[in-house]
């Protein structure tokens, strides 16, 4: 990677290396800016690393969140193409286990967010995905929408394309102590940069806690897995989710029908609405599955992974897939800072400076159309140059 010099001056420093420090340092190479990424971790560890790679646009809020995720699949097109990057998985299936689940997707079809989506039978979906439990499925929605890659490779892949490709600099083990445009101050010395964008994710006390304190963030902890089927089967040809991911999506909950649908599920998993659980399925070229997951709000996050909130995601899971005598073969956590009023988070310090934190857990599916927009408010005209 590009390593930086003492002695070098940047159009642009980010702190934090993931994925949406990397979406803002694309937007501004491509506009032809001098760009460091400075990150305390030798290599990147937390969110971005630690989630599906699941570049979701059907579920999105409607507005401005869903014609974000559309722009940021597209670059993630783009990027995959010339980065290396392997496309795992192309578009998703939403299952509906409920009647009140498939009429809420039936709806969600005819909205302007669902109009290339297609609504498809049990048999049909049997055909295109053998170890589906058709007998348990009224039918499915199928968006051609999304796209997912294996964030572990993906991000080290798409960070050194940054420094082979476009001459990102990256300063790495190495934490901020203070941003005032033009000097940082690092545990590694000092970078100067007329302009800077602090990408923090869930670190909220090391830079500006003051300004970030106002805005009532609080720690959302997940629990995932890796999941081995006990029966060889085809790669899934997309994402799965099912009648839980409804009622937490905006783009689908917003909907009027969704009130049934909670309601029902109330009642039925009462106990899967506690955890914040909704089933996310992917498959691995090895045939595993990446599965997940739940969601806790506030307080300290708990490191461990407990036992009843993995079982019931594999509940869920066997109830949508027959995979045999499956197996966990891995366990993980990650969190991300959370707001319950907005998709995500800008303050301005100053002119020069952006605090850009994605707070709804979709920074790899609106990350680099995010990017764009900040990029173009900081350099305003010289975007169009």
């Not at 993931?18 to 001098?34: D, F, M, T």
């Not at 940021?72 to 795992?88: L, N, P, Y």
């Not at 089967?233 to 991911?245: G, Q, W």
């Not at 905006?250 to 909670?262: R, T």
Request: charged share 20%; hydrophobic share 45%; aromatic share 4%.
């Amino acid at each position: 990677m590009t390593d930086h010099q003492p002695q070098d001056h940047f159009d642009l420093a980010i702190v934090g290396a993931g994925i949406i420090g990397l979406a803002h340092a694309l937007a501004a190479v491509r506009i032809g800016k001098k760009v460091i990424v400075i990150d305390r971790d030798a290599v990147a560890k937390g969110a971005s690393v630690r989630n599906f790679g699941f570049v979701t646009v059907s579920g999105q809020q409607s507005g401005q969140s869903w014609q974000r995720a559309l722009r940021t699949r597209d670059i993630w097109a783009d990027v995959a193409a010339e980065a290396g990057i392997r496309i795992a998985q192309s578009g998703s299936c939403i299952v509906a286990r409920r009647p009140e689940a498939f009429q809420l997707l039936q709806a969600f079809a005819e909205t302007d967010m669902g109009r290339a989506c297609e609504i498809i039978t049990p048999d049909c979906l049997a055909e295109t995905m053998p170890a589906i439990r058709s007998n348990n499925i009224r039918g499915a929605l199928w968006s051609p929408h999304e796209l997912r890659v294996e964030s572990r490779d993906a991000i080290p892949q798409l960070a050194r394309w940054l420094a082979e490709v476009h001459g990102v600099s990256f300063l790495r083990s190495a934490e901020v102590r203070s941003v005032a445009s033009p000097l940082i101050e690092t545990t590694r010395g000092q970078v100067r940069a007329d302009k800077a964008v602090i990408c923090c994710g869930d670190d909220l006390q090391t830079l500006f806690p003051e300004r970030l304190a106002a805005y009532d963030l609080v720690p959302c902890r997940l629990q995932m897995m890796r999941v081995m089927p006990g029966l060889p089967m085809p790669l899934l040809p997309a994402s799965l989710m099912s009648d839980l991911s409804l009622v937490r999506q905006p783009g689908f909950a917003s909907l009027a029908d969704a009130k049934a649908l909670s309601d029902r599920l109330k009642e039925e998993q009462a106990r899967y609405l506690q955890h914040g659980i909704h089933l996310v399925a992917v498959q691995s070229v090895d045939g595993s599955l990446v599965v997940g997951d739940s969601h806790h709000y506030g307080g300290a996050p708990n490191p461990t992974a407990p036992s009843e909130i993995e079982g019931l995601i594999l509940d869920e899971l066997d109830a949508v897939l027959d995979l045999g005598q499956r197996s966990v073969t891995e366990r993980w956590v990650g969190t991300y800072a959370s707001a319950s009023d907005r998709p995500m988070l800008v303050d301005r310090p100053s002119a020069d400076i952006r605090i850009v934190i994605v707070t709804s857990g979709s920074g790899a599916s609106t990350g680099f159309a995010i990017g764009e927009e900040m990029i173009s408010e900081m350099f305003g005209d010289q975007c169009a140059a």
